[in-house]
């Protein structure tokens, strides 16, 4: 045990990791400051280079970006109004008028810590929470696992359930793109099309690149989507002075990373919700609920922590049971895999060295990230002045040859440019593109599970309902279906009357 | 942000009704596109799987083939106003001209010029910017990939040709 806890500590204080994880935050702060490109679109581009190296230090890389982007996305919150990812949007209702009142000091302060400190709770809970879990789905079998997919399918689906119907199209439109090719199972060729390439199916990386990727570079070449004319900014570093107001709400800090964590750990959930929760707890038991919308630092700080404890939360169903809990888990699985490794309750017996590694590197990721914009705030808030056009069309080349040069192949750059063009047409329609991603992510899981399951069963679909884990987690997501949609019918009945 | 179905334009039901038909000629013609012929039972087969999933497909479009169909009254295609793509559909042509490019003229060439073609297209005038940024980024990526990274590039069609 404690050897494999010094090891990991060895791993993640080489250099080449320790590189790894400075180089993956810098990126992730700067996509996380610029709107419009966001910490997946940094995990996509970084991705094809991450097939040479080692698994701990492209999962630093690729986890430097995804905390990094957190981190970033509160500066132009508070001094532009302008969320750099979308659950900054929540920082924004009193980082923004602190900001007009002259104290972006103070608030950029508050932001920072919560980031800071809801990263720090959040990895906390992971480590002490992943075995647990993990000790549990150790007694899992196929149908077991089948069924936390289901569920994981169905927490994604009805977090969405505005535009339900649009979800269950693409999410069945990603597991449709998860057969492609030759069947694990029985080495048939399926859907190929007498495209020899198709054989070889729809590889993760460039349907991810390209939704996320290209598709984000083609919104963007269109719309203009921040003006940075009017920053405010004094000061060319954080006033670690003003830390010490944002440390009086240490309460709310540690509040807020454990909501995040948790809301982080339910697939579909996403960051949002989990700094709105923080954000609206934080109101709940503050002294002076009425500051809040006005400008109180508390406020900033709530949500940046519960934003930036999503993800050791969303690590967590990715490492004990393999099911990401979103787009930016799916992209981790998927360096999982590719390198012969497959999350699931033994994972972290089977590589503990790699998981202490992960778990040090995450901490070390959230200090890098502190320090880096507590330092150079300023130079990163200037990074908003870069063209948009610039960005998307340097983001564009680095994509299609990263993509290019993972297998060598020229299909894989022109599936790119299809899923860009796909991912283009569904943001602008505003669908959940989330739930495709989803969908050829678990595809594989769940068929494989599917098919195990039937086998053990003979063929007879009730063997789902006969084992206790699996019926529960069934029942589960269906009162996850039923609940939601009677409530909005109610409400819907009482609006109007 | 969530747009609830029922009030979004007729262009989202049209894309899902496009999808829905998709699913459905898929759905079709799937014994010929999967090799059912091996001993497995159904169950366990290959088909079993896709052909859940276009059924899930075929069913979640219903509802927006049925207000295709019979559009409520207050139905319109506006979409959000900002009018048809142009800008981008000029720039995906550029993209795919860039593909062909990097078979036919190479990394180098090809990745300069689609910069500088995007760039310039895109409404960058400065000669600075047209000449610096495509130099610079076309530099980084052939120093990562081609000598870093040491990905192999096939040698350019033109430079083929010229050689025979």
């Known amino acids: 045990m404690l050897e494999n806890v010094i090891a990991g500590l060895q791993a993640t204080l080489t250099a080449g990791n320790l590189a790894a994880l400075m180089f993956g935050t810098l990126v992730g702060i700067i996509v996380g400051i610029l709107p419009g490109i966001g910490p997946m679109v940094g995990m996509v581009v970084l991705l094809p280079f991450t097939f040479a190296l080692h698994p701990d230090i492209a999962l630093s890389l690729l986890l430097g970006v995804f905390c990094g982007g957190y ?79 289901l569920f994981g399918v169905v927490l994604v689906v009805m977090a969405n359930r505005q535009q339900l119907s649009r979800g269950l199209l693409l999410l069945g439109l990603g597991l449709w793109f998860s057969t492609v090719g030759i069947d694990g199972a029985t080495l048939c060729p399926r859907f190929w099309f007498g495209t020899l390439s198709l054989q070889n199916g729809l590889d993760l990386v460039p349907v991810c690149l390209g939704l996320f990727g290209i598709g984000q570079t083609l919104v963007l070449v269109e719309r203009k989507i921040l003006q940075a004319d009017g920053m405010n900014l004094t000061g060319r570093t954080l006033d670690f002075s003003k830390l010490l107001v944002a440390m009086r709400y240490w309460k709310t800090l540690i509040r807020s990373g454990v909501i995040g964590t948790f809301i982080g750990l339910l697939p579909g959930t996403g960051s949002i919700l989990a700094s709105f929760m923080s954000y609206e707890a934080a109101k709940r038991a503050s002294p002076r609920p009425d500051d809040f919308g006005r400008g109180t630092p508390e406020g900033c700080l709530a949500a940046e922590a519960g934003n930036n404890a999503v993800p050791a939360g969303a690590m967590i169903p990715l490492l004990t049971l393999g099911i990401p809990g979103e787009a930016l888990s799916a992209v981790l699985l998927g360096v999982f895999t590719i390198n012969g490794i ?67 192949r020229i299909f894989d750059a022109v599936l790119a440019v299809v899923m860009g063009v796909l991912g283009y ?18 595809g594989e899981i769940l068929e494989n599970r599917l098919r195990q399951s039937l086998s053990l069963g003979d063929g007879n679909p009730s063997i789902f309902l006969t084992r206790p884990i699996s019926l529960g987690l069934i029942i589960a997501s269906a009162l996850l279906i039923v609940i939601p949609l009677l409530v909005d019918r109610r409400r819907a009945r009482a609006s109007a009357t | 942000m969530a747009i609830p179905e029922q009030s979004a334009s007729r262009v989202h039901d049209l894309f899902a009704a496009f999808l829905g038909a998709a699913a459905a000629a898929v759905l079709i013609s799937t014994p010929w596109q999967v090799d059912t012929s091996g001993p497995d039972p159904f169950y366990k087969g290959p088909l079993i799987f896709p052909l859940l999933v276009l059924a899930l497909m075929i069913l979640a479009s219903l509802p927006a083939v049925w207000r295709l169909l019979n559009p409520p009254a207050n139905a319109s295609w506006h979409l959000d106003g900002a ?47 047209l000449i610096l940024i495509p130099l610079i980024v076309t530099g980084l990526v052939v120093l990562i990939f081609k000598h870093v990274l040491g990905v192999f590039f096939p040698t350019p069609l033109v430079l083929d040709w010229f050689l025979e």
Do not use: C
Not at chain 1, 87 to 113: H, M, N, R, V
Not at chain 1, 426 to 436: A, D, F, K, Q, S
């Open chain 1, 342 to 408: 497959y999350p699931g309750p033994l994972l972290l017996i089977k590589e503990p060295v790699l998981i202490n590694t992960l778990y040090f590197s995450m901490f070390l990721i959230n200090i890098a990230a502190f320090f880096m914009l507590a330092l150079w705030l300023r130079p990163f808030a200037m990074i908003v002045k870069v063209p948009h056009t610039i960005l998307a069309v340097t983001i564009m080349v680095v994509s299609l040859v990263g993509i290019y040069a993972v297998n060598t």
């Open chain 1, 425 to 442: 047409i569904l943001l602008r329609l505003g669908w959940p593109i989330v739930n495709l991603v989803m969908g050829v992510v678990l």
């Open chain 2, 83 to 129: 009018g048809l793509p142009v800008k981008t559909g000029v720039v995906l042509a550029f993209l795919v001209a860039y593909l062909f490019g990097l078979l036919l003229v190479g990394l180098e060439f090809s990745s300069w010029a689609f910069l500088l073609v995007a760039l310039f297209y895109l409404g960058h005038r400065s000669p600075l910017k």
């Open chain 1, 71 to 149: 981190f970033g996305g509160g500066i132009p919150a508070i001094l532009m109004r302008t969320p750099g990812v979308p659950s900054s949007l929540i920082t924004t209702f009193d980082g923004f008028p602190l900001t007009q009142k002259g104290e972006a000091q103070t608030a950029l302060s508050a932001a920072l810590l919560g980031s800071f400190g809801g990263g720090i709770v959040s990895v906390f809970i992971l480590v002490f929470l992943a075995p647990l879990l993990s000790h549990v789905a150790a007694s899992f079998g196929p149908p077991e696992y089948f069924a936390a997919g």
